[in-house]
């Protein structure tokens, strides 16, 4: 499962990207700003300074009102020394007289210093207002500032994620395509658009790689086919050479069992060659199944009595149960392909089967379900076995071990093409398969 697709990786990288961008531009912007609003401050409090200054003498002595919320310090220095002439009322109190002219901040306050250039009349003013104002007007900026950045933020992600939902629409329609595409179907190849840039590139590099895995695959496919129909024919002949001679009169016991034996190893040959040849067709066109009515029961006896040369080698016990409660144990099944399905469970219950023990064949109908059930179970040296990639071709737990693991998944294919199911369990030293097949 995707935890972090593309759209969102760009979303949070164009974002980042725009944070940091809009951040450092609104920061640079307010500094500027900031900057123009208490130097145009500054300006406004010395050009009112300097008028109020323009209407103060000291001899005699003139005193302009101030504008509300400003307060005013009128003084002129003798021998050095300050000599106040008026104050207003007020915080001006505690503020000293600055030593230059010019606007400083004290205590809160904003303070314009002015002196007159006239000797005739050498006032000075020190003119006090509160900086409150200029300080929400400066803490206001700010915050639209942040504010807007925060909402250009989330637009721009959310443009940027639907955006990029447009943009990697052909990518995702590629992984569509591809997801289609398996062994049967190489050959449909991803639909190439003439964009010419990396996504045409990519989907053309693409194509040509499946049809590299194509013609591979095609030399395989062709190979085993063609080795497995050369097998047929001399094995049909071994086969009918040593038909004929268990015919000879006169054989000694030892030869006809060293033939009988033969005779079975060869149908094992037949029966691998055989299943090469399904493997053969699922791999390249899929096969076609005849179906027609087919006793289960009468091909499950027949296959264990087929293999009970086996079940004496390795001192096992064939145990058949059939549900007494059906009726019918007839299916619509192809013969052939259902004979194959149910020898491959056999014989791996076989092989890997504890000798001394029983390998139980159960076949019943679920109630109230149209299907019938069949399941194999051997018992096993361990507690319990891995069984999640068995039905997987080519599989095996152990490479030390005989078989070339195709056995389940062949049994797992042609289930399929039954319109069945197959599932296989290992629990408490048991192993155990369970095909469901369709009633008629």
Known sequence: MRQFGIKLKITIAFSIIFIVLSSSFNLY????????????????LLSRAKTLLDKTDISPVIIPLPDNNTYI??????DGKPVTVFESPGIIKKIKTPHK????????????YVTSSNQDNPAEIVLVRSAETLNNNLQYL??????????SVLLAGLIAYILSFYLL???????????????????????????????QELTETINTMLVRIDESLQQQQAFFASASHELKTPLAIMRAEIEVQLLTPGLDNTVVELLKSQLVEIDRLQQVV???????????????????PTDLSAVVLRLFNK????????????????????ES????????????????????????????????????????????EITFTNAIKEASLPTADLQKAFHREDLRANGSGIGLWLVKEITLLHGGTLNVDSSDFHFKAVVQVPIV
Not at 102 to 109: E, K, N, R, Y
Not at 142 to 151: D, P
Not at 173 to 192: C, F, S
Request: aromatic content about 6%; proline content about 4%.
């Open 29 to 44: 912007c307010y500094k500027q700003i900031k900057s123009l609003i208490i130097s145009d401050n500054n300006a406004y």
């Open 73 to 78: 310090r009128v003084l002129y220095h003798a």
């Open 101 to 112: 002219t010019g606007v400083t901040d004290t205590l809160g306050m904003r303070v314009a």
């Open 142 to 151: 700010l915050w639209l500032l942040l504010v807007c950045s925060l909402i």
């Open 169 to 199: 629409q052909p990518v995702q329609k590629i992984i569509n395509a591809a997801q289609k595409i398996n062994t049967n179907k190489l050959r449909d190849v991803i639909p190439v658009k003439q964009t010419n840039d990396e996504l």
């Open 274 to 292: 055989q299943e090469f040849l399904l493997i053969s067709q699922l791999k390249n066109s899929g096969i076609t199944l005849y179906k027609e």
């Open 307 to 326: 293999l009970q040369p086996l079940f004496k080698q390795k001192a096992l016990k064939p145990v058949v149960n059939f549900d007494k409660d059906m």
């Open 329 to 372: 144990f007839t299916i619509s099944a192809d013969q052939d392909k259902l004979n194959i399905l149910l020898l491959n469970l056999l014989e791996n219950a076989l092989k890997y089967a504890i000798p001394n023990t029983e390998i139980n064949c159960t076949i019943r109908q679920p109630s109230e379900k149209k299907i019938i």
